[in-house]
Every structure is written in structure tokens, then in C-alpha cells.
């Protein structure tokens, strides 16, 4: 009667991992009630705590991982700590949402337990970005971070979570898988505990999220078209492109990834990016990093973030000290050409083309071979040209007149401030917007009869959530033993006045204006 | 037909026919009697299902054995594996995984025991730490409390309730002496003289339905033991190994034992295996002659091997944080059954998983025990205090199965109260 025992042999870790998501499934309960107010709480706390680490884990994650800029990783992480915060200010993913109109009652519900992958590229940001997301919107998160970046992931999903638990979240409501495996990732993402999947990360990763037969929001891989047409402001976009490409050694997804000017400014176009710190390549030298830079026509990833000043020199080509980007010039953008292909580093193709019609003739092309649904730029003062573009282009994502790593990614233009770009349809993505609290969860809709004889109650003042009464969950003391008065709920303790409150986002305000000017200069 | 390979029934009658032919009839008719006619058949994680097919949440766990579940998949696959190398071993060799599950145990142990004793179930476990005290103080006298349970065999029976010593002639009033729980001044009585080998108590008296030791109860029979040269045994069968939310009930108390007693849910219920974990104070005889207690399954390798990855199980900061969880929504849980019958379901007692459930009728237990048996739940009384339902989550359970689990027990305590409330009077009369 008893089935034959068949166990599988398990991979290391996968027990532990699994028990992950069985406590995970604990907090989320519990935090699933949480009141508006305790969440708004915990989610300050968690981004402070992020925000004043982010310096020390920009560090760690280059010296961790060996490639991008360190104080380009700080801006990243501030952007998705308080800057999130900031963004998110008001918005409410708890509250009942009551519409009289319609006679609709709309609740919240979290996913539940949020199984989160994290690239090697963005390790913290993205760490900072999807945990944040979780926490403003009542969900448990697993990381598994890259494995290249899994100690400064885990230390900083742990700060996070201490801080989380400190202002009054359930325990375990953040945790991270400390050593990652394919076989670890592949049990969590089918284990029916899992509610959703948000992957970032290389396309095998993606693909095995869809195919896990959970819920999953994955997103494809960028390569990013970039057109000046003639109407351009030159100097603005030779700036703008360069120090995009440059940012953090062009290893966020959203880089640009070639250039496609029109013949008629190109040559002040190219002039204006040398001063920029833009260094053309000729015939010979272009080849070379082709050889260096896709050794046997794949990409080498050990090229991945590195500067362009080490990249030439691998490449043995000269260049001054100065260089930020290398600008390697082809004629046809064809899945054979190599520099079409997306560049995780700070080489920039360069097509030149007859007329902005053409260019977007181009960008098409750059998006058949990868990228599709991710993004592009433009640089134009045309507004019909710029809609063409748009309506043309194969991406959900459009920077104009901005540099597109930051402006793909919301933190220079008004899109969603996102780690995480949804490339929808088009990119074999469930999710065409950047990634933000809304998708991580559902609504209860109360609806109520149409007819407008059938009266709609009155819902306000009314919340089905609370505040937490003291730890969650609290300790299992004998039910004899009077028990120690909960601390007196240190999380609300902890608030920081007005005052202070004005204070760090002024002194926050200034690190970034810092770090930007920085960035810019170079 | 019921057809398990080795053997096959035509029938559950059959089974039980030949259970009162072959092996119990005593046990067998009891069961029968107290409407829970269970034959376990399939076992998976906190389910049961009796030969019938009929499902139960699993809340005795066979006193924790199942604590981490009825063959838990990561302990099925630890002793498959083992199985490959591995066999019961030889008893009078050191050994691969005795060696190992020794240092494991220590390394978790509270502070001060630093060897371990294997024995092959709880009773013999607590021989072996009887006899290590004797050794150890070269005193006679043993105290227990009235009402405690430590197993049945030759020691451990005379230590426990007379129902079960004297039926084998087997109590001896002048070495085993029996003190009500919670009595400060009567455990100091019987050490006073200064001739007591050992003082043996469960952190939580598990048959006696777990009456909460009073706060200071353990610290003062401690400190008692310390003056009058006494040791103290821990007997952690049933409140070790994270039920109390952490590794060890005695942790709690901050008390350090001179020994601890472990067995049960020690092997995750797949092979049976118990120890002994003993201070060096008490570790004497394992130097002086180390044959000085012979078992040939004691610290059976393949136990050994189930007990290393159950105690890793345990150990996860996950599985201690999930027992925390539990524990709170039990207690939760309780607490509102409770408001609903506040007459009937008179009493939590409550640490970690380790739970009691008193009701108020001197077999109230019974009754509630064959209800939630109707409604999917096998838990069960305390044999030596019939009001108190033992209740015994596992420290891995699910939320939604723990919700479910409250769904029937709410509804069995409610029907079981209809019933007692429909007794004629004399049989209503609370104890
Ligand atoms: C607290 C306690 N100690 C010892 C034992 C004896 O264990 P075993 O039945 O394995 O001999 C039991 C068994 O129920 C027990 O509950």
C-alpha cells in the first residue's frame, strides 16, 4: 500500500533554503495584517538603514565582484534606498481603496512569499530595490543573490532586516540564501511556496522563472539603441551619452549600446564626445576589440565592467589616461557584427546614417538581435522624429535627451525608479513597466450590486489591518511566567522628529548632488 | 487487500483480530473502546491516515517522535544514504557516526556535558544516567516527583507512577522516592540527609498532562541538588530538541544539568536511538571501565546518522523561528476556543509546542481526544491526569495546516462539551 519510497537526493543547501520559505510563509502571514501606518514605519526604517551603508557596500560589492565604479554603486544604492523612499512617499499599498462610484471596495494582498534574484551587476541596488518593494507592500522576501556577489547581498539583506525587525516587522520577513547554486535557485523557483519569482538576471535565469510553473516576473536582456539626429543640442548629447556609457563602466542593463548618429553632425558629434573623454577608434583598432572584447564571437565576461582605459590596453591599444569610452565605429548592424550586441562595458558602437528615418531603420535592427522591449534613447528636438522613434522601436522605454542607464531606470527622468526594466510582450515579460510596488500584489474587490437601489455602504474610517502588539512573532515564554512587559514598542520610539527627518534627507539630498557632479566631471 | 509486501491483511478486522490474537489484547480493546480504533497506515509529514483511509493531523506526534515530521523527507534521504555503507555497527568499537552524533550533541549541548552515553530508547537512556549517578555519588537514593513518567524499564519504571511499577513488583519505596511536583519544601525533605544519588525531572511532566513548573520550581531543586551533592538529571524526552522554542526546555531555566536525557524525536522516528549527555563529573565510569553498560542497538549507526541530520533540522535558525511563530499562534488560537467555552476549557498550559489542555471534567480529555479523533486530529490524553489533553504540534507545521488544525479542534472541544454537558449529573461532577 505504502508508495515505494523516492526520495530525491537534494543539493547542498536546498533544505535549508527550503526552510526559508516555510518561515517566510510565517512572516508573511503575520505581516499581511499590518496597518498602514506600522508599514510606513518599517519601510523608513529598512532605508535608512540601507542608505547609511550604501557607501561601504558600494565598496564591498567592487571588490566582491571585481568590476564596475564604486562611487557610481553609491548613487545606485542611494537612489534605491531613500530615494525610494522618497519616490514612494504617500503612496499606500495597505489601505483599503474605496470607490463610490463604481460601489468597489478594493483591498490589498500581498503576494505572500516573494522569491527575489539578483544579478552580479547591480548586487545592493538591487538587494536595496526589491526588499524595499516587498517590505511597502507587506510581502516576505527570499534572496538569492549572484553568486559572485553573495557575501555583500547577504550582509545586506541582513542589515535590512535587522533594521526591519527593529521597527516592528515579523522576523524573517527579509532572508537570504548564503551560498547559491543553480540546482538551489531551480527548487526554490518551483517550490510551491513561492508566490511569485522576480528575476533579474542573465536570460537562462529568466526562461527557468517562466518555466517554473509559478507566478514570475522576469525581464529580458536590454541592448540599447541611442539616435542623435540632427536637431540635437550636440554638446548636451555627446555628455549625456558619454557619461551614461561611462556609469558605472556601462554594466547597468540599460547602457547604451550603439551610437546611431546622423551623417550630418556626426563628425561634431564625435568631436563633442572626445571632449567628454570619448576615444574614436579607427578600422584597426575596432577590430582589435572585437578580438578582445568577443574572443570566438561571444562576449567575454571578464570584460564586464572593466574601465575603458583596461580595456584598451588588453586590446594593446593606446589611449589617453583620460578615456571613458571607446567608440568603435561599423557599418551594418547584423546579428554577425559582434558590436551590435549588448556591451556590459564601456564600449560604445557608432553607426552613421543618412537621415533620422534611417536611424530608426538602425535602432530596429540593434533590437532584432537582443534587447527587445528594454529601452532606447534619443536625442532630438523633434517631435516628430522623437514619436516615430517611439512608435517604431521595439522597447517600452524611451530616455529622451538623457542618458539612458539613469533614464531607463527612473532615477534621471519620472519612469518608475527600477532595478528591475519589465520588457513586456515584446521581451517575453509579463511586465512591460519598470518594476514597482504594484506588481507585488492583488486587490479583493468588494463589489457591490450596480443597481443603484442597493445602497453602498460607508467605509470610511474603517481598516481591517492593525499595528503589531509587540515582537512578532512573540517569544514562547511559559504561559505560567508572567511576561516580561514587551518592550515598549521600540520601533515607534525610534521615529525621528521632523527635524531630524529634514535633516538626513537634506544631507542625503547633498551626497548625490556630490556624487552626481562628480560623476560628471569625471 | 491491504498488501504492504513483506506481509498482507484481507482487512482492518483482520489486523485488529490478530492484534488481540498475537500481540496486545489489552491495548488493542482499549483503543476500540475509547472510539479511536486507529491502524496507521500512510504517514506523511503531520498527517496520518488510519488503515480506513481516514486523515488525521497528527498532535501526539508519539510524544515528539514525529516532532519534525512522520518520515521527514531530509532524514528518509540521510538514512537511504547511509544504508549504502552503513549498519547498526559493533557496539564495542568506536565508531564512525557515534563519533560524529557525539561531537554534534556536544557542540549543542548546554554548557558542562561534555560525553555522551547511547542508548537504544528513552527507558534505557534513563538507566543509564540512574546508574551513572550511583557511580558517580556512590549514593542509592533516587527522587522523582509523584505523577512523573521517565519509561518503563528496570530503574526508570521505579522512579514513575506505582501503576506501573507494581505490576511487576517492580517499585522500591525506600530507594526511589516520590515527591509532589512543585513542592519546594517537600524535594527539600528528601535531600536533606544528604544520601540521594540524583534528583530525575522532566523539564515538563509530559503523562501528567505538562502542569507549568511554577517559576523558581527547577532553579531551587538545582540549587537543592548543589547543596546536598545531588545531581541533577534533566529528562528532556519530550521538551528537547526546539519544542519549547529553543534546542533544550532546560535552557530556558538557565539551569545547567549534570545530565540531559534525550531520545524520541531524537532520530526524526526512523530508527530507534536515545542518549545520555553527561558533565565529566559524571563521566567517571566511562574511564575507570568503559563496558560498564553493554547495549548492542545502543547508538546504532544508522540512528546515529538520523539523529545528526533530525539535530540539524532542529538546530536551523529557521526551524527556531518558526517554532516561535507556532507557539504564538497557538497560543492566539487557544486563547479564543478558550473565550468561547470558558466553562468547559479551563486551562492553557503552554511552552513553545509543548502544550496542555485542561478541561473540566476529571476524564475531559477522553472525551475531547475521541471527538477530535471523529474530526481528523489524533491527540491524546494524559494517562496520569485524564483532564489535560496533551497537544503536541510539530515545530515544522505548515500555517495553513495549522489553521486547519484549529479549525477541528474548535469544533471537537465544542462537541466533546455537548457531550460531558449531556452526562446524567453524577457522572458530571468535576474531580
Ligand atoms: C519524558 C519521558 N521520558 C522517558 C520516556 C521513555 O522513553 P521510551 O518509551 O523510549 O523508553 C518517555 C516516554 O514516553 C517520556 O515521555
Known sequence: MTDMIEVPIEAAGVPRAKAMLERAEWAARAFARYDRESVAEIVQATARAAAAAAKDLAYKAVAETGFGVAEHKVLKNLACSTGLLDHYRGHDYVTPRIDSEAKIVSVPRPAGVVFALTPSTNPVATVYFKTLLCLMTRNAVVISPHPMAKAVCAEAARLMHDAAVAAGAPEGIIQVVEEPSVPLIQALMTDERTKVIVATGGNPVVRSAYRSGNPAIGVGPGNVPVLVDATADLRRAAEHVITSKAFDNSILCTNESVLIVEESVADPLLRAMRGEGGHLLDADQAERIRTTVFPNGSFDTKMVGQSATSIAQQAGIRVPQHTRVLLAPFDLVAPEEVLAHEKLCPVLGVVRVASARRGIDVARAVLRISGAGHSAAIHSTDPQTILDFGAAVNVLRVSVNVGNSLGGSGIETNLAPSMTIGTGYLGRSSVGENLQPKHLLNFTRLAYNSDDTVPFADFAGLSPWAAPAGPVPSYPHASNVSTPQADPAPARSATVSDDGEAQLREDLRRLIIEELTNIIKG | ?431
Not at chain 2, 35 to 54: A, C, H
Not at chain 2, 161 to 186: C, G, I, Q, W, Y
Not at chain 2, 387 to 413: N, S, T, Y
Open chain 2, 1 to 431: 487487500m491491504p498488501d504492504y509486501g513483506v506481509f498482507s491483511f484481507d482487512s482492518k478486522d483482520e489486523v485488529l483480530a490478530k492484534s488481540k490474537e498475537f500481540w496486545n489484547p489489552g491495548k488493542t480493546d482499549f483503543w476500540i473502546e475509547s472510539g479511536v480504533p486507529l491502524v496507521i497506515d500512510r504517514r506523511e509529514g503531520y498527517l496520518i491516515y488510519d488503515m480506513s483511509g481516514k486523515r488525521l493531523i497528527d498532535v501526539h506526534l508519539n510524544g515528539g517522535t514525529y516532532n519534525v515530521g512522520h518520515r521527514n523527507p531530509e532524514v528518509v534521504n540521510a538514512v537511504m544514504q547511509a544504508m549504502q555503507h552503513f549498519d547498526i555497527g559493533n557496539h564495542h568499537f568506536p565508531s564512525l557516526a557515534r563519533t560524529a552524533l557525539a561531537e554534534a550533541l556536544i557542540a549543542t549541548a548546554p554548557p558542562g556535558l561534555t560525553k555522551v552515553i547511547y542508548g537504544s530508547g528513552g527507558g534505557e537512556a534513563i538507566d543509564i544516567a540512574l546508574k551513572t549517578a550511583r557511580h558517580a555519588t556512590q549514593r542509592r537514593k533516587i527522587v522523582s516527583i509523584q505523577k512523573g513518567y521517565h519509561g518503563h524499564t528496570g530503574l526508570a519504571v521505579a522512579t514513575g507512577d506505582d501503576r506501573f511499577a507494581k505490576l511487576f513488583l517492580s517499585d522500591s519505596p525506600e530507594e526511589f522516592v516520590h515527591v509532589p511536583f512543585n513542592d519546594h519544601d517537600a524535594m527539600h525533605d528528601a535531600l536533606r540527609a544528604g544520601d540521594v544519588a540524583a534528583v530525575i525531572m522532566e523539564t515538563i511532566p509530559a503523562t501528567f498532562g505538562f502542569p507549568l513548573p511554577h517559576p523558581g520550581y527547577l532553579e531551587t531543586v538545582k540549587q537543592l541538588c548543589e547543596q546536598y551533592g545531588t545531581l541533577y538529571i534533566a529528562d528532556e524526552v519530550q521538551t528537547g530538541l526546539m519544542r519549547t522554542g529553543e534546542l533544550w526546555g532546560i535552557s530556558k531555566h538557565g539551569i545547567e544539568p549534570d545530565m540531559l536525557v534525550t531520545g524520541k524525536g531524537l532520530s526524526g522516528g526512523l530508527y530507534p536511538i536515545s542518549a545520555v549527555l553527561v558533565s565529566e563529573r559524571c563521566a567517571g565510569w566511562l574511564t575507570e571501565d568503559g563496558f560498564g553498560h553493554i547495549s548492542t542497538f545502543g547508538g546504532a549507526e544508522l540512528g546515529c546518522i538520523a539523529a545528526m541530520k533530525t539535530l540539524e533540522i532542529c538546530n536551523r535558525p529557521e526551524t527556531r523561528s518558526m517554532v516561535h511563530y507556532i507557539s504564538d499562534f497557538m497560543a492566539n488560537a487557544m486563547r479564543s476556543i478558550q473565550a468561547r467555552y470558558p466553562d468547559w476549557f479551563i486551562g492553557v498550559r503552554q511552552n513553545g509546542v509543548v502544550m496542555g489542555l485542561e478541561f473540566d471534567h476529571p476524564r475531559g480529555a477522553n472525551f475531547v481526544t475521541k471527538h477530535l479523533y471523529e474530526g481528523g486530529v489524533w491527540a491524546i490524553f494524559s494517562t496520569l491526569d485524564p483532564r489535560v489533553l496533551q497537544f503536541k504540534p510539530g515545530i515544522l507545521l505548515h500555517p495553513e495546516l495549522a489553521e486547519e488544525l484549529i479549525e477541528r479542534v474548535q469544533v471537537a472541544i465544542g462537541k466533546a462539551w455537548d457531550e460531558v454537558r449531556a452526562l446524567p449529573r453524577t457522572q458530571r461532577i468535576a474531580s
